[in-house]
């Protein structure tokens, strides 16, 4: 592969490094460039194609225009993923051939290494192409994970005391090139960050791989729809498949196992199913997509949802264990799982557990950038700590009156309490202001807003504005000086990552936002974080006394968040929103706008 396979040399002049996440599900670019991160943004949010495998052409164009720079100027390609750890690894692979569970596989599964290896070679040839000049560096998937959440989730570098200058780094996702879950340590020592790998497990255990396994035989979206299983799970009672879990994942002294006889082997293709039929006969048939949910879909949502949380709390304690560190951050596609995360925070002993925004694989293409650039400057860029916030920002915005047939537009003078006064009124309004979040979930940039006072709100919205299941829940956004009043977790989650036990106060105010398991994936926000949405909270409590609302993501099932002005306007036509604050800009349709635009705002 040639330049693929170069290490970074020292750096002459400042590098400029970018990051890329292509070619497999959640593409993604990040840069770096003067020594800070310019932005990380997922190419679905452009591209409209929900994670999208695609060249991340367009976040690039972005990236590189906000930055003033011209291919030509790209010292290092960093690419998130390595195949020729992957590759290397394929004999031991197929060592588990001859096991139950890897019957008849051996030919597909050598097929899958020689694909993944081939596919790596035409994306690299891509990568030297479009940047002729940069060095092309493979950074080991797991590492790439690893920097990003300490990067942007650990240890601040504003904040040098005793505590904050270590972390234990957890990462649980599907599969990176061998490893499917490591615990780092890492650790500040002058003004570069160490980090060391302390555990490493390997495929074909891996939680990632069960847990879409499992949420393709309950007849959702792998890859996509686990965090539907993981709602289902608090209507399911899992006594019922409890031993089959945990016959199929056995907890050990540094890990876990995953037995072959109830999920095979992976093979890079939907012929061969993610789970045996013995797994089937111990428990269901495959439910067919959009089949009716029975009882035992139910049940077997909740035992592999309870089996998760037990060995995620084990991984972590063994962090804990083996770094001695008080702070524990999580990555890989798997921290997606707040339920797990919030147990984790209970029964782990970390003093503070923190979550990336964006977790997944697309945060690899900001951990890989970050890991090219320590190579070469030793350090990492300062004042990453809290950032999200990180792609395109539309604040020049003009909209004429009619912006699309059958919608009007007018421009506010004061947009956070007339938002602010539209949800205190029960309206249910699209959020479009500032730059793009980087992750699965809306932060308060891309969002829908809705009173956790209203009746009947989360069936509304999951029936005529998300269009997805009734069972669904929605999370809460609250000031973070009053989190304490209606959320029990007593740390920061500034990124919806954590589910939350509730107080009392919570369940006599705004039972809407908890779940069937009383808990809620909180949000926390301050001033210094997000001032537009602090600013509509606390408008909204001085009208309700209440600084809560509720937060979900600007888009319907199947969509990805919108990342344009003209994606928010197709999510205002085709969904049920009474309204859309688009910058400045409030839409309506035209059928409503008499009564639903803040006349007292306009100007």
């Known amino acids: ?60 164009d972005w990236l590189l225009d906000t930055a003033d720079l011209a291919p030509g100027q790209v010292t290092h390609v960093a690419y998130n993923f390595d195949p020729r750890r992957y590759f290397a690894a394929a004999p031991a692979a197929l060592t588990y051939l001859a096991r139950p569970g890897g019957a008849g596989r051996a030919v597909p599964r050598a097929r899958s290494f020689a694909r993944v290896y081939r596919n790596a070679r035409i994306r690299f040839r891509v990568f030297q192409a479009r940047f002729p000049d940069a060095s092309i560096i493979c950074v080991e998937h797991h ?52 980090l060391r790998r302390r555990l490493t497990v390997t495929d074909p255990a891996s939680l990632g791989y069960v847990y879409g396994a499992v949420t393709a035989h309950l007849g959702w979206r792998r890859g996509d729809e686990e965090g539907t299983v993981m709602a289902l799970a608090a209507l399911g009672e899992p006594s019922r498949f409890r031993d089959v879990f945990r016959r199929a994942i056995t907890i050990t002294a540094d890990g876990f196992r995953v037995d072959l006889r109830w999920f095979p082997l992976r093979v890079l293709s939907s012929r061969w199913p993610r789970v045996t039929l013995e797994f089937s006969a111990a428990t269901c048939p495959p439910r067919p997509a959009g089949a009716p949910i029975e009882q035992i879909h139910m049940d077997l949502a909740a035992a ?11 991984l972590a304690r063994r962090a804990h264990a083996l770094t001695g560190a008080t702070t524990l951050l999580v990555g890989g596609g798997v921290a997606m799982n707040c339920v797990a995360i919030g147990r984790i925070c209970q029964q782990a002993g970390f003093e503070r557990v923190a979550v990336p925004s964006a977790p997944g694989d697309s945060g690899t293409s900001a951990g890989a950038a970050l890991s090219v650039y320590r ?33 009007a537009a007018t421009r506010l003078a004061a947009p956070a309490a007339a938002l602010a006064e539209a949800l205190a009124e029960g309206k249910i ?27 009947n709100v989360v069936d509304r919205l999951n029936a005529t504005v998300k269009f997805r299941e009734s069972f669904r829940p929605f999370a809460p956004v609250v000031l973070a000086n009053h989190a304490a ?48 949405l602090a600013e509509v909270l606390a408008e909204f409590a001085a009208r309700t006394g209440h600084p809560v609302l509720i937060n979900t993501s600007l888009n319907i099932k199947g969509k990805p968040i919108c990342g344009t002005p003209d994606a928010a306007l197709d999510c205002l036509i085709e969904s049920g929103l009474d309204a859309l604050l688009l910058e400045s800009w409030w839409v309506t349709k035209t059928s409503i706008t008499a009564e639903t635009a803040p006349a007292q705002e306009q100007q």
């Open 304 to 314: 592999l949802q309870e089996r998760v949380e037990q060995v995620m709390v084990h």
């Open 429 to 455: 309004v699209g959020l479009f202001q500032g730059r793009l979040e980087a992750g699965p979930r809306a932060l308060g940039n891309r969002s829908i807003l809705a009173s956790p006072l209203t009746s």
């Open 1 to 60: 592969m040639g330049a693929a396979f170069t290490s970074p040399s020292p750096a002459r002049t400042p590098p400029v490094v970018l990051g890329l996440c292509s070619g497999t599900h959640d593409s993604a670019a990040a840069l770096i460039a003067d020594g800070r991160l310019i932005g990380l943004v997922e190419e679905e949010r452009l591209n409209g194609i929900k994670h999208t495998n695609a060249y991340p052409e367009q976040a690039i």
């Open 485 to 532: 009043a209606y959320f029990t977790l007593g740390q920061p989650s500034p990124f919806m990552s954590i589910a939350s036990g509730v107080t009392d106060e919570a369940w006599r105010a705004i039972p809407a936002v908890i779940h069937a398991n009383g808990t809620a994936r909180v949000q926390t926000v301050t001033g210094r974080q997000n001032p537009f």
């Open 143 to 194: 590492l790439a994970h690893s920097l990003y959440a300490l990067a942007t989730a650990g240890l601040d570098d504003s904040r040098p005391a005793a505590g904050h200058d270590e972390a234990a780094v957890l990462v649980v996702d599907s599969l990176g090139e061998t490893a499917t879950t490591t615990i780092s340590h890492a650790r500040r020592c002058g003004t570069a960050v160490e």
């Open 375 to 407: 190579d070469l400057r030793g350090d990492l860029p300062h004042g990453l700590v809290g950032a999200c916030y990180l792609g395109p920002e539309y604040s020049t915005l003009h909209l004429p009156p009619q912006p699309r047939p059958g919608l």
